[in-house]
């Protein structure tokens, strides 16, 4: 080596080191400084001795000598993949190491979710019986609805972090690499028996309409086809979309189970409403069911925007809680159905701050109507209470 390259040499390995001690995989910062010690031990003596100390001072701490064992085993795969020309990781980490609240599914889905989870810990009770778990699984749904959330939750409590390649980000990366990108990322991931998503998987499909990228893209396909087919028994394959429609059968056809998410009804929204209000739930206990019924139809992301606004709104504007939740209400309706606008109508009038020809004139819903379920009209008029 000489002293140019021995530089760049450092400077890549420091910059590796860097991105990996920053996506907090601390097993894989060792078994990189582990295998830098040996690579310096001849040319930088010093530099090596050094490493290793480190290394056995942090080894003590944690996990004894099987990180030594590993790192003699393992030759490459101490680092993350990255696309050679960027530099840029292919692999988002997730490392929800301080845990991750439950996702918020309809029973039936998280049952599902559960029952993924429950195979993997298991393992071995199946494979006595010559029985596989579940390998792989595909999730379906509208964007921000806990897709990318449920796949966090579920590698947290494998005790994994989440593996992230995410399709729109990196598909000019995959492309133009005769596959050897995907084939680096799925290696690695296979070698760490990782819980992998394969995210917004539809972002291959999309790319179809450009011509020019016919052939690479054909062969991008048929890469994954054959990772997907060759993922073994010890790690979670996952896959999530918007677009199921735009997903190649063949690809479809290789999951082992689809998971369908949808927007959140009934009491999914209520207790979304009440998670998302957090400590400020005591202030609003009253109004959660007029909150859920105005952020009828909206995903869970959108949902905690909203509330979150709301929590703002009235310390910053110093507001009465029973004033946000309105604003926040008839920000709301345009977006509602009949029955939803009837509900929240009703809901609005219970409150007793608004007169009933103003949630008429605001909602569209009839005074009669509003009368019949929530009682006659305290207020005359049609202003909004004054807070006193
Ligand atoms: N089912 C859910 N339970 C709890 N929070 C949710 C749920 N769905 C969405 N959220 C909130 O919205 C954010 C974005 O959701 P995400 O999982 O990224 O949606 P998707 O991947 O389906 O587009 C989450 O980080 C979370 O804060
Ligand atoms: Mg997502």
Do not use: C
């Not at 002293?3 to 450092?10: K, L, M, V, W």
């Not at 993949?81 to 292919?90: E, K």
């Not at 599914?105 to 993924?116: G, I, K, N, R, T």
């Amino acid at each position: 080596m000489t002293s140019i390259d021995d530089f760049s040499e450092i400077e890549t390995d420091l910059a590796n080191l860097a991105r990996l001690s920053s996506s907090g995989a601390n097993e894989d910062v060792r078994l990189l400084v582990a295998k830098l010690v040996r690579k310096y031990r001849t040319l930088r003596p010093a530099l090596a001795e050094q490493l290793d100390s480190t290394l056995k001072a942090s080894r003590t701490r944690s996990h004894g000598p099987a990180v030594l064992r590993r790192s003699m085993a393992v030759s490459d795969s101490s680092a993350m993949p990255m696309d050679a020309d960027s530099r840029q990781s292919l692999i988002r980490v997730f490392d929800d190491l301080d845990g991750i609240s439950e996702p918020l599914l309809p029973d039936a889905l998280f049952a599902h979710v559960q029952s993924l989870i429950r195979e993997r810990r298991e393992r071995d009770r199946l494979a006595a019986h010559g029985i596989r778990p579940t390998r792989s699984a595909i999730l379906v749904g509208p964007p921000g609805v806990g897709k990318t959330l449920s796949a966090r939750w579920i590698a947290n409590q494998l005790g994994k972090p989440l593996w992230v390649l995410d399709l729109t980000t990196v598909m000019s990366s995959l492309l133009g690499k005769t596959g050897s990108n995907l084939r680096a990322v799925f290696d690695h991931a296979k070698q760490n028996q990782a819980v992998l998503l394969l995210d917004e998987i539809d972002a291959i499909a999309k790319r179809r309409s450009d011509e020019s990228d016919v052939g690479e893209l054909k062969r991008l396909v048929t890469a994954i086809l054959q990772e997907v087919d060759a993922w073994p028994d010890s790690g979670l394959l996952l896959a999530a979309t918007n677009h199921p429609e735009l997903i190649d059968p063949a690809l479809w056809r290789r999951f082992d189970a689809v998971l369908t998410f949808e927007t959140p009804q009934g009491n999914v929204l209520a207790t979304a409403v009440r998670r998302f209000l957090g400590a400020d739930i005591a202030l609003f206990e009253k109004w959660v069911d007029l909150l859920a019924s105005s952020v009828y139809g909206m995903s869970l992301s959108d949902v905690e925007r909203s509330i979150n606004a709301l929590r703002r709104y009235t310390v910053l504007e110093n507001a009465s809680p029973a004033h946000a939740v309105i604003e926040m209400a008839i920000k709301g309706l345009p977006s509602l159905d009949k029955s939803s606008r009837q509900k929240l109508a009703i809901e609005l009038a219970r409150l007793e701050a608004l007169s009933h020809n103003k949630i008429m004139e605001l909602t569209g819903v009839s005074r009669d109507t509003i009368r019949k379920y929530a009682g006659p009209s305290p207020i005359k008029g049609r202003g909004i209470k004054k807070k006193d």
